[in-house]
């Protein structure tokens, strides 16, 4: 099990930036990294991956104002958001998968994109 730890969630005005951090107990056996968003009354839903060898995906919403990027140095992934939009309203859940299928979540960090 992988434990996570994510940070730098906050309320922001429309058109701001956030950048979430989180930590990883270990990066050892992990490919995967990444971010996943749940709002309320709807399904969480895939943010922005990224792959030990450095390929990411991106939801078409977040494509060219979000940035995800890792360090596996320091157990850690990031997301850099910019022009947040009211609808990027979410909590924002770490994720992991390793190389065996597994995957682990982080506990949540509320983001909060005001009009």
């Known amino acids: 099990q992988v434990q996570l730890v994510e940070s730098g969630g906050g309320l922001v005005q429309a058109g701001g930036s956030l950048r979430l951090s989180c930590a990883a107990s270990?990066?050892?056996?992990?490919?995967?990294m990444g971010w996943y968003r749940q709002a309320p009354g709807k399904q969480r839903e895939l943010v922005a991956v990224i792959t030990r060898g450095g390929s990411t995906n991106y939801a078409d919403s977040v494509k060219g104002r979000f940035t995800a990027s890792r360090d596996n140095a320091k157990n850690a992934v990031y997301l850099q958001m910019n022009s947040l939009k009211p609808e990027d309203t979410a909590v924002y859940y770490c994720c992991v998968m390793t190389d065996t299928g597994e995957g682990d979540w982080g506990q949540g960090t509320q983001v909060t994109g005001s009009s």
């Open positions: 270990r990066t050892f056996g992990i490919n995967t």
